[in-house]
Nanobody
Framework: QVQLVESGGGLVQAGGSLRLSCAAS????????MGWFRQAPGKEREFVAG????????RYADSVKGRFTISRDNAKNTVFLQMNSLKPEDTAVYYC??????????????????WGQGTQVTVSS
């Protein structure tokens, strides 16, 4: 079993930046697709970004394209989400997740096997 721990969330003003990290407990993380999702109060969990095992393929939700960047450091078992030009509508709990079965990032949450506990991101206007 893989454990995921997110960090880097917080309170930021609109237009600001945050960098989220997700550390995995096992080296086998390096062969898996990783994804970031978010869930705002009263809303369903939605896909934000995903990355293939070697970083060669990335995928983004339309709402974050050009503002967010996903990356990974397999030597450190860590995936990152750099978030720039943040907007109040980006406020949510952000989760990282692993997909052990596919080689390309999927946008459906049910395709992912393991999840972190989440980190809160709040963007004030």
């Amino acid at each position: 079993q893989v454990q995921l721990v997110e960090s880097g969330g917080g309170l930021v003003q609109a237009g600001g930046s945050l960098r989220l990290s997700c550390a995995a407990s096992r080296r086998t993380f390096t062969v898996y697709v990783m994804g970031w999702f978010r869930q705002a109060p009263g809303k369903e969990r939605e896909f934000v970004a995903g990355i293939s095992w070697n970083g060669g393929n990335t995928r983004y939700a339309d709402s974050v394209k050009g503002r967010f960047t996903i990356s990974r450091d397999n030597a450190k078992n860590t995936v990152f989400l750099q978030m720039n030009s943040l907007k109040p509508e980006d406020t949510a709990v952000y989760y990282c997740a692993i997909d052990r079965h596919r080689s390309l990032p999927m946008v459906v949450a049910s395709e992912y096997d393991y999840w972190g506990q989440g980190t809160q991101v709040t963007v004030s206007s």
